[in-house]
T-cell receptor, first 114, second 114 residues
Framework: KAGVTQTPRYLIKTRGQQVTLSCSPI?????VSWYQQTPGQGLQFLFE???????NKGNFPGRFSGRQFSNSRSEMNVSTLELGDSALYLC?????????????FGPGTRLTVT | AQSVTQLGSHVSVSEGALVLLRCNYS??????LFWYVQYPNQGLQLLLK??????LVKGINGFEAEFKKSETSFHLTKPSAHMSDAAEYFC????????????FGKGTTLSVSS
């Protein structure tokens, strides 16, 4: 079974631009979560989607948004990029929403904002 | 609120030596705990999880962890280190306030020398 895929793997953007990242979960998985990883802040939860609805949101500004499609694929969008948004963005999928379900991570999208 | 603390940002061992990576958690309710590993330029791979079924949890690649409620610890061990174990390791706990969001520790980088 194919793992979680994320596209693109690397991205370079300029301050003020916006960016959209894509995540395809493991086949059959219906829950998708997004995390930001930076050297300074570590791994931080962005949001979680299940059945096309945002179920939880981390402590990030409204410039960070996401959505989930009927096939469980998810996208996240960052508007008005800032230098501090440079990070590895990780997507994780799980079978369903629930604390006992393992989350499987994709390879991430490395975003560099210049 | 839940949290995890990983003691030691860097651990160095010789090949064949015992690996011990420390994690202490804070939770007011029985926690769901996880260990993940991250190799350079890759996403996170689940090593093992604790969900209260058994206090000694065996994971992949010869790793195991023991849940000790009295010490609020969930340390990761491996009897004999291999060069391929060199990576960054993250302990995580489910955030009960936010569905299935994972709260990660700062990570421990494991170096293995020959």
């Amino acid at each position: 079974k194919a793992g979680v895929t994320q596209t693109p793997r690397y991205l370079i953007k300029t301050r003020g631009q916006q960016v959209t990242l894509s995540c395809s979960p493991i086949s059959g998985h219906r829950s998708v979560s997004w995390y930001q990883q930076t050297p300074g802040q570590g791994l931080q939860f962005l949001f979680e989607y299940f059945s096309e609805t945002q179920r939880n949101k981390g402590n990030f500004p409204g410039r960070f948004s996401g959505r989930q499609f009927s096939n469980s694929r998810s996208e996240m969008n960052v508007s008005t990029l800032e230098l501090g948004d440079s990070a590895l963005y990780l997507c994780a999928s799980s079978l369903a929403q629930g604390q006992g379900y393992e989350q499987y991570f994709g390879p991430g999208t490395r975003l560099t904002v210049t | 609120a839940q949290s995890v603390t990983q003691l030691g940002s860097h651990v160095s061992v010789s090949e064949g030596a015992l690996v011990l990576l420390r994690c202490n958690y804070s939770s007011s309710v029985p926690p769901y705990l996880f260990w993940y590993v991250q190799y350079p330029n890759q996403g996170l791979q689940l090593l093992l999880k604790y969900t209260s079924a058994a206090t000694l949890v065996k994971g992949i690649n010869g790793f195991e962890a023991e849940f000790k409620k009295s010490e609020t610890s969930f340390h990761l061990t491996k009897p004999s280190a291999h060069m391929s174990d060199a990576a960054e390791y993250f302990c995580a706990v489910i955030d009960n306030q936010a569905g299935t969001a994972l709260i990660f520790g700062k990570g421990t980088t494991l170096s293995v020398s020959s």
